[in-house]
């Protein structure tokens, strides 16, 4: 306990006064929030915690610190998880995690700092690198702005992040399980009008389970360029390259050096009430002797009746990734997500975005008083018959054997949410997958039950 209050300690207001910004969009990566445009001094009751979000530590405002907090409290309980696979068909287990944050602006230089303390309790598997940190240091960063011209800048950060890339399918924070993916390397951001470019060179942090023993792996890492732009008003364009290598990967076809590249190109936007956001990725390199040859398609679309009781939203997301269609060619065409966003294809998400089909229709609807309703079907196939399901992890989870079924099961889904305040929220969730042919001809087959509930407070 005395550990968790030293890590709270960064993140308390100070005594001294405070003033809170206009209204400012908490995100999951707290580094790129703004709390600059302060107004009016904080209300004692329901604004206090604005009084630690800008703190002003010289005369003209230019050295300033913002402060902040996550905690959040989530039960996930299973009924035959992995359709009834061991060890743990039957678990029940808690995530606690607490994330307090301190940001030092110097002008034009920044240095930024998130510890972590993470813990997992009642995981019947055993816990993994998703699952239990301890206390750690899960983002430690500084960069400096350089101005190249009237409508450019230069950013040049290096430390340990977090990064989230486009949709995160490829590379997210893994911010649903209960510690997300950070990366230690250097970035470099270039922003010319509309035209922003990011060039790095990376390699993700292993998680430890003891305190302090977060490091950066020794077999994977990440490098690449991604651009986007605006290409008209509320239309985004993004075209990107990412290198990967993973120096003792595994897929259906064996284990071996695999060194991928991913070219990828993404289109979003919204006009009235129609929003879409589509993605293609093309992916070559080599695993061990073989050759990669992969690729996806993934889109989502969706519409808002914004004048209609409840404000529903429908929305249909379709995807496919390659699967490899022959384990004994010299060809591995198996689609790699590389770090992908926790809680891919909702709460429930025993399986990933590789060698996979789906198609995933949704409506959410507006309750009012800070009440929110997601409904969600989805419905899997494999992509190749000669490969398997894998986790969202990448981990193969089933092997093809013999089976010929390409379909692997529906899954339906409930989630309520409340907005209790600004800072305040909570969600519960219920979730049923119902096994298809391909997982009762390679195993158990038992319908997976889940019912997942969260706290949160931040600020």
């Avoid at 995100?27 to 703004?34: C, F, G, L, Q, V």
């Avoid at 998880?81 to 060890?87: A, F, Q």
């Avoid at 096994?435 to 706290?455: C, K, L, N, V």
Wanted: aromatic share 10%; net charge neutral; glycine share 12%.
């Amino acid at each position: 306990m005395i550990r968790l209050a030293a890590l709270a300690a960064l993140a308390l207001p100070a005594a001294a006064a405070a003033q809170p910004a206009a209204a400012v969009e908490q995100t999951n990566m707290r580094y790129n929030e703004d709390w600059s445009g302060i107004t009016t001094a904080p209300r004692r009751d329901a604004d206090w915690w604005k009084a630690a979000k800008h703190r002003p530590l010289d005369k003209d405002g230019t050295v300033y610190l913002t402060t902040g907090l996550e905690l959040r409290i989530r039960q996930e309980g299973f009924d035959d998880n992995n359709w009834g696979d061991p060890p743990a068909a039957d678990d029940g287990y808690l995530w606690v995690r607490m994330m307090p944050h301190a940001d030092l602006h110097v002008g034009p230089a920044r240095a930024f700092v998130q510890g972590i303390a993470g813990y997992a309790r009642g995981v019947g598997a055993g816990k993994g690198p998703a699952d239990e940190t301890g206390i750690d240091l899960l983002q430690g960063f500084a960069d400096v702005r350089l101005p190249l011209a009237e409508n450019a800048s230069l950013t040049l950060r290096g430390g340990r992040e977090l990064v989230a890339l486009g949709s995160e399918r490829l590379v997210g924070l893994r911010y649903g399980p209960n510690i997300p993916q950070a990366f230690d390397g250097g970035r470099a951001i270039l922003n010319v009008g509309p035209v922003r470019v990011d060039a790095f060179a990376m390699r993700p942090v292993a998680v430890g389970l003891g305190d302090f023993d977060d490091r950066r792996s020794r077999t994977r890492r990440l490098s690449g360029v991604y651009a986007t732009t605006t290409v008209a008003p509320d239309i985004g364009l993004d075209l990107y390259w990412l290198g990967y290598r993973n120096e003792t990967a595994r897929f259906a076809e064996g284990m071996g050096d695999e060194r991928r590249d991913s070219y990828g190109m993404r289109m979003f936007g919204k006009r009235g009430g129609l929003a879409w956001n589509w993605e293609a990725v093309l992916q070559r390199g080599a695993f061990g002797p073989a050759r990669i040859r992969a690729w996806t398609v993934a889109t989502e679309t969706a519409y808002r009746f914004a004048d209609a009781p409840l404000s529903p939203r429908i929305r249909l997301r379709a995807n496919i990734a390659s699967g490899d269609r022959d384990p004994g060619d010299a060809t591995l065409g198996t689609f790699n997500a590389l770090f992908p966003k926790g809680k891919y294809f909702g709460e429930l998400s025993p399986i990933g975005p590789y060698n996979i089909a789906n198609l995933h229709p949704s409506v959410d609807v507006d309750l009012g008083r800070g009440f929110t309703l997601d409904l969600a079907g989805i419905a899997y196939w494999r992509a190749s018959r000669r490969d398997g399901v894998y986790n969202v992890p990448g981990q193969l989870i089933r092997a093809p054997g013999d089976a010929r079924s390409r379909f692997i099961g529906a899954q339906a889904e409930a989630l309520i949410g409340w907005q209790a305040s600004e800072i305040l929220s909570f969600g519960v969730s219920l979730s049923l997958f119902r096994p298809g042919d391909f997982i009762r001809e390679t195993g158990p087959a038992r319908s997976i039950h889940m019912i997942g509930s969260e706290a949160m407070l931040r600020f």
